[in-house]
C-alpha cells in the first residue's frame, strides 16, 4: 500500500518510489531532479539500480517531501544504512531505526485521546494558529495531505509536517499514510487558562491578514456606541444565543471550508 509514513519503510528507495508515484505532481521524477540539481536519469539509476544518493541529497530530499524533523531524522538512517561499508555499520544503523520504530510504536499504544490538553501541549496547540486551522482542516476531503494544506495556507511544507506530527501525538489527527483525518474533534479551553489571551490574539491577527484580500464571502464589522448598561447586556445575551444557535447548525454540517467567527463585544 502506498501512501505509508516513512517509518514503515526498511528501504529508502522504495519510499521515495511511492511518494512520487501519488505525488500527484507532474512529472514526478523531473520535480526531483530540479530539486536535487541533478539528472532525471540519475534519479532512476539510484531508485532502479545500486547507486546511492548522497548525504547532501538526502538533506534535500527531506526538503522535496517536507519531512518533520521526526520524520528527517529517520529518512537520514535508512540512508545511512543503505551506504553502509560494513556489516557491522549496517547493523549499528539497523538498530538506530528499529529503536525509533519501537519507540513510535510505544507513543502510539500509550496514548489515549483527551478532551482537553495538558498544560505543556496547550502551550503548543495554542502558540499558533497553525495548529488549530490544520487541526479543522483535514475534516475537509480535498485538505487531507500535508501538500494540499501547505499550498492553501501559503506556509511551508517542512511547518506543515511538524504541526501534523504533534497532532498526531496527541491524538487531534489520525494517519493513514500520507492521508490525514480529524482524531477528536472538540477542544476546550477553560476561560481562566492562561493560553486564553494567546488564543484570541491569533485569530485576531489573522482577521487582520483577512482584510487584505477581501473576498465576498468574509464578513468585517467594527462598531464603537455609547449605550446604557442595561442595553449592553441585552446585546451580550443576544451575542450568547447566536453562539449557541451556531453551534446546532455546525455540528451536523458537512465539511466542505474552513472559516473563523470573532466577535469582539466589550466596554471601554
Known sequence: MKNRPVFEYPNYKKYISDRLDSSGLRGPRSKLAEHLRCQVAYISQVLNGKLHFSLEHAMLVNQFFGHSSEEAHYFMLLIHEARAGSEV????????????REKRDFVAHRLKVKKSLSEPNQAIYYGSWIFAAIHMM????????????????????????????????????????????????????????????????????????????????????????????????????????FLEKREEIVRPSKDEVIFCLGIDFYKI
Open 89 to 100: 555499520l549496517k547493523l549499528y544503523y539497523s538498530g538506530q531505526l528499529r529503536e525509533v
Open 138 to 241: 483535514v475534516m475537509v476531503p480535498q485538505f487531507r495531505t500535508k501538500r494540499a494544506i501547505s499550498e492553501y495556507l501559503g506556509i511551508p511544507l517542512k511547518s506543515v509536517s511538524e504541526a501534523i506530527e504533534f497532532l498526531i501525538s496527541v491524538g487531534l489527527i489520525i494517519s493513514d499514510g500520507d492521508v490525514y483525518r480529524i482524531g477528536a474533534a472538540r477542544m476546550h479551553l477553560d476561560p481562566s487558562s492562561p493560553m486564553i489571551s494567546k488564543h484570541h490574539t491569533n485569530w485576531r491577527l489573522r482577521a487582520v491578514h483577512a482584510l487584505d484580500r477581501p473576498l465576498k464571502e468574509d464578513l468585517h464589522f467594527t462598531s464603537v456606541a455609547s449605550l446604557s448598561e442595561r442595553d449592553a447586556a441585552r446585546i451580550r445575551t443576544m451575542i450568547l444565543e
